[in-house]
């Protein structure tokens, strides 16, 4: 049983960016049966700060943003490039649900001595 939506992206697409998945858009009733508690909550702070990320591109991209400005903008700000990575996907390539799991908790694991 699935239920959700996907919404896709015109700007995503045009950036070369597949699946062109507009994750502030899309949903998921069922995620919370089928994931863990702690998956759920990573799932929550990867989009949180997509949306920071995306909510403060205009800024980021004149150099308007200042570093030091707001903690949550400058985690999406350092972390964008791996959130990108972990959203884009060839389309030959395909991914277990673990292997996906696994992928997000690496995003947010702490640094190696830190």
């Known amino acids: 049983m699935l239920d959700g939506h ?11 960016h597949y699946p062109a998945i507009d994750i502030e858009s899309s949903i998921s009733r069922v995620m919370p049966a089928v994931v863990s508690p702690e998956h759920m909550a990573r799932a929550q702070h990867f989009k949180q700060l997509w949306s920071r990320y995306q909510q403060t591109r205009d800024l980021i991209s004149v150099g308007a943003y200042v ?3 707001d903690r949550e903008t400058d985690m999406a700000l350092a972390l964008h490039p791996v959130l990108v990575r ?11 649900m673990q292997g996906s799991g696994e992928a997000l908790a690496s995003i ?7």
Do not use: C, K, T, W
């Open 67 to 69: 570093a030091g400005g």
């Open 6 to 16: 996907i919404v896709l992206s015109r700007r995503l697409a045009e950036e070369g």
């Open 108 to 114: 947010f694991a702490p640094a190696p001595g830190g």
């Open 86 to 96: 972990y959203q884009r996907q060839g389309l030959r390539d395909n991914e277990s």
